[in-house]
């Protein structure tokens, strides 16, 4: 997994809301779980395959260079348990995908059970911090011990 574009002149992309959710959702990438995305159309109409960008913890540190693989436009209620679970996130589960994206969603003032999301899925193309990367598998285990990390 060797890569070694010019991270300076790539889009960073930082995952979540808080420097927490962004430390946690980076580690399951990192461990190699978490390989699909989503956000809301109205803040995303422009992801296409073959795109690549930084991935950034909490602290805006670049993590890993990562490449947009495919490119899924649906509404929030028929989000399949398939895509779901390539969230990594929690239990992998459909309705924790629901509960999880639709507070998240309410954050950010756009949620409502059918409005437009942007599916992604995308692969680690090289890993830019060994330290994090060495965590990465401790947040896994709490992740899926339902631990909130």
């Given at each position: 997994m060797s890569v070694s574009p010019d991270i300076e002149t790539l889009p960073r992309w930082p995952f979540g809301d808080s420097p927490e959710l962004a430390d946690r959702l980076a580690a399951l990438i990192v461990a190699g779980v978490k390989t699909g995305t989503c956000s809301a159309r109205v803040h995303n109409e422009w992801s296409h395959p073959g795109e690549r960008g930084v991935l950034v913890d909490g602290a805006d540190r670049p993590v890993a260079v990562l490449e947009t693989e495919t490119v899924t436009h649906l509404r929030y209620n028929?989000?399949?348990?398939?895509?779901?679970?390539?969230?990594?996130?929690?239990?992998?589960?459909?309705?924790?995908?629901?509960?999880?994206?639709?507070?998240?969603?309410?954050?950010?003032?756009?949620?409502?059970?059918?409005?437009?999301?942007?599916?992604?899925?995308f692969r680690v193309l090289s890993i830019l911090d060994d330290d994090f990367a060495a965590g990465a598998a401790d947040h896994l285990r709490r992740e899926r011990a339902g631990e909130t990390v």
């Open positions: 028929e989000m399949t348990q398939e895509m779901a679970a390539l969230e990594g996130e929690g239990d992998l589960s459909l309705k924790y995908w629901q509960d999880a994206h639709k507070a998240y969603f309410t954050r950010e003032g756009t949620f409502a059970e059918d409005m437009e999301v942007v599916f992604e899925t």
